[in-house]
C-alpha cells in the first residue's frame, strides 16, 4: 500500500508544482524564435501592433460606453503621436502598479501561511508529546514532523514562483525609477527627427510602449537588481558610524551632456 501512497504524493507535488506546463504554448518556443520570417506570423504581429494603437487612440463615449475610434495623427506630426504614446504609457502604469500590488498582498500571504504552518506543527507536536509515550504516538509525531515541513516547504515553492529576491517595496521604486527615465528621455527628443529617434508612426509607438512595458516585465526586473547587487562596493562608515553621501552631479551638467540614459535602481543595501 505504501508504494500507492508515495505514488499519489509525487502526482500530486507534480500538478500543484505547474509541471503541466509542459503543454503551454510556449514550450515551443524553448529553442527561441523561428530563424526565418513566417507570413502567418507576419500577420499576426501587425494586426497586434495596429490594434494596439488603434485602441490607444480611440475615445470612450461618455454616454453609451461604446468606443470611438479616432484617426491617427498626421505622419509627421511628432508632438501629437508624442501625446498618444503617453495614453498608452497611462494604461501600462495601470496594469504595472496592480502588479505590484499583487505582490505585496502575496507576500503577506506567504508570510502568514508559514506562520500559520510553524504554529501548527509546534502545537501538534506538543499535544502529541504530551500523551503517553508509545510507539503509535512517537510514529503520529514523526508523520506530523513530516506533513508540515512539506507543507511549509511547498508553501515557499509556490509563492517563490511569483515573488522576486527583494520586497514589492523595492520592486515599486525601481519601476517608478526606470519609467520615470523613459519618460523623460522620449519628452527631451520631440524636437528630433524620425530618423534618429522615430516617433510619428504606428511602428514607432508600438516600439515606445512595448519597450515601457518591458520595464515592469519580471525579467528585466530582477536584472536590474542583480546588475547593481554585482556591482555593489563597501562604503567605509563616517564619524559618528554616519555612510558618508555621494556627491551630486550637477544638474546643469547633466543637462547639458544630453539624455543622462537610464536610471539604474536602487536596492535595500548602500550603494556605491
Known amino acids: 500500500m505504501r508504494w500507492k501512497q508515495a505514488t499519489a504524493l ?25 530563424p526565418v520570417l513566417v507570413n502567418e506570423v507576419v500577420q499576426t504581429s501587425m494586426q497586434r501592433q495596429l490594434a494596439a494603437v488603434a485602441a490607444v487612440s480611440s475615445d470612450i463615449d461618455t454616454v453609451t460606453g461604446q468606443r470611438i475610434a479616432l484617426a491617427w495623427p498626421a505622419r509627421q506630426d511628432r508632438r501629437e503621436w508624442y501625446t498618444l504614446i ?6 501600462i502604469d495601470d496594469a504595472c502598479m496592480s502588479y505590484v500590488d499583487s505582490l505585496w498582498i502575496m507576500e503577506r500571504q506567504k508570510t502568514r501561511n508559514s506562520t500559520i504552518l510553524h504554529a501548527a506543527g509546534a502545537a501538534g507536536a506538543a499535544l502529541i508529546a504530551a500523551a503517553q509515550t508509545t510507539p503509535s504516538t512517537a510514529a503520529a509525531l514523526v508523520v506530523l514532523s513530516q506533513a508540515f515541513g512539506f507543507a511549509g516547504v511547498l508553501n515557499n515553492a509556490v509563492f517563490d514562483t511569483y515573488l522576486y ?6 520592486i ?13 528621455d522620449l519628452a527631451e527628443n520631440i524636437g528630433g527627427d524620425e530618423v534618429t529617434y522615430p516617433i510619428a508612426s504606428v511602428g514607432a509607438a508600438y516600439h515606445h510602449m512595448r519597450e515601457y512595458l518591458a520595464l515592469c516585465l519580471p525579467p528585466t526586473i530582477q536584472a536590474q537588481i542583480d546588475e547593481r547587487l554585482n556591482g555593489a562596493k563597501a562604503i567605509p562608515e563616517g564619524p559618528g558610524g554616519t555612510t558618508p553621501k555621494a556627491k551630486a552631479a550637477p544638474l546643469a551638467a547633466i543637462r547639458s551632456g544630453g539624455s543622462p540614459g537610464r536610471v539604474r535602481p536602487s536596492t535595500a543595501i548602500t550603494l556605491q
Not at 529576491?165 to 523595492?170: E, H, L
Not at 515599486?172 to 523623460?184: G, N, P
Open 10 to 34: 509525487v502526482l500530486g507535488t507534480w500538478a500543484l508544482c505547474g509541471c503541466t506546463t509542459v503543454e503551454n504554448e510556449m514550450w515551443g518556443l524553448r529553442y527561441g524564435p523561428q
Open 86 to 91: 503617453l495614453r498608452g504609457f497611462n494604461t
Open 165 to 170: 529576491s527583494q520586497n514589492a517595496s523595492t
Open 172 to 184: 515599486k521604486r525601481i519601476i517608478q525609477k526606470t519609467t520615470l527615465e523613459y519618460r523623460s
